[in-house]
């Protein structure tokens, strides 16, 4: 079965850092794309980063370039989204998910996802 496990999020003043793990189990990793998403309350779930495991083309929302970087160790079947200066409105629940063949900041054409870890950043 395909399983995505995410870890990391917690508490953290604004200006702070948290690095977000998705471990990955019951697919062929290399083959796939992970995305991390976010979602708050009331809002709709949004495209953060994402990873091709078969190419290494990565892309960014534009309200994250330049603070998070994403990264996939292919020997662990992990991506991590390392996540500096954050801010207030990072505040959210972060999901990976997983799809063949490639990234993308789209949630609609992810099948596969995981439960959630919890960030809040405090002002």
């Known amino acids: 079965e395909v399983q995505l496990v995410e870890s990391g999020g917690e508490l953290v003043q604004a200006g702070g850092s948290l690095r977000l793990s998705c471990v990955a189990s019951?697919?062929?990793?290399?083959?796939?794309?992970i995305g991390w998403f976010r979602q708050a309350p009331g809002k709709e779930r949004e495209g953060v980063s994402s990873?091709?495991?078969?190419?290494?083309?990565?892309y960014y929302a534009d309200s994250v370039k330049g603070r998070f970087t994403i990264s996939s160790d292919n020997a662990k079947n992990t991506v991590y989204l390392q996540m500096n200066s954050l801010k207030p409105e990072d505040t959210a629940t972060y999901y990976c998910?997983?799809?063949?063949?490639?990234?993308?900041?789209?949630?609609?054409?992810?099948?596969?996802w995981g439960q959630g870890t919890q960030v809040t950043v405090s002002s």
């Open positions: 998910a997983a799809r063949p063949w490639g990234g993308s900041l789209v949630p609609d054409i992810y099948g596969n």
């Open positions: 019951g697919f062929t990793f290399d083959n796939y794309g």
């Open positions: 990873i091709s495991n078969i190419d290494g083309s990565t």
